[in-house]
């Protein structure tokens, strides 16, 4: 999701996984009650004709782009692939710019801007070509369309709350607070009720370096009321004064993705610069700017690109 001249527009896969939805309303819980539009259908055939995964829209260089992952049917194909838009309109129609080369398997694909216009890209994906272990990956980007250089690891799955059902890290979100820069991800297997929030903390001079990052987590999970926690966004509010993280849960224990949806919290910081998710809200709870129940995306920035 992504707040833009006081408006609210959310990304979003629809029909099976083949086409791309945007919504857009002045408040977070009108979201869920905009129809949308859908602003790319995938080809019929190719590399990108399946499974487009974890759309996400970001605004880059006064134009918008869409980062979506995607394959050919076969799971072990899933690559990152970017839309540009043909117009100022994030709801207008979106040309295919290709394939993001990260040197493997890839899914839920950000960007972490910086004040000077340098873009990196942050990934989910395999450190071989077998299905398992899902690292997090990062490189630095060229422009809002290529990368440049080698894949770069700054999160494996090496804790137990982090390799419930599978060793996963995947979801990457960035979050940035005076001067700091975080990278809130999720862990364990989405499909289960372990599913959490772990977060990276950087304090370093190389973004592309592991020892650059400190773990932290789990720092959003299942109570006994909520399960399956993970794969969040952030958002501002309006009057820019309040953080807000949207997440997904389950509506039971039962393995799978069908009753999976997506609420809102807000959320404060810690004295020492963390933020603070405390628990998720109960499911039955309604919040003031609550979000009703609609089909999961992932968050976006808006940046400028360095000349």
Known sequence: MIQHEGVYYYCESKNHHRSIRIRKSRT????????????????????NSHAIWAPELHRLGNKWFIYYAADDGKNENHRMWVLESESD?????????GELKTD??????????????RMYFIWSGWPGHKDGQQNLYISQMKNPVALTGHRSVICVPDQPWEQKAMPI??????????????VVYSASGSWTEHYCL??????????????????HGPVLESTEEVWGVGHCSFV????GTEDWILYHSKSSKT???????VHAKRFTWFANGL???????????SLTQSVPVFTPAAVTTSAPIAA
Not at 104 to 117: E, F, K, M, P, Y
Request: aromatic share 8%; hydrophobic share 30%; proline share 8%.
């Open 89 to 97: 309109d994030p709801m207008g129609k979106y040309r295919c710019c």
């Open 275 to 285: 933020p603070d998710f405390g628990k998720p809200a109960p499911r039955s709870q």
């Open 28 to 47: 977070l819980a009108g979201i869920g009650q905009d129809p949308g539009v859908c602003v790319w259908n995938a080809p019929a055939t190719g590399r």
């Open 104 to 117: 493997g398997w890839a899914i839920d694909g950000t960007v972490l801007s910086l004040d000077d216009g």
């Open 198 to 215: 772990g977060l990276l903390r950087y304090s370093g001079d190389d973004l592309l370096s592991p020892s650059a990052w400190t773990k």
């Open 255 to 261: 393995h799978g993705w069908d009753d999976r949806d």
């Open 169 to 182: 890290c995947e979801g990457p979100q960035v979050l940035k607070r005076n001067n700091e820069i975080f």
């Open 236 to 239: 501002k509010s309006l009057c």
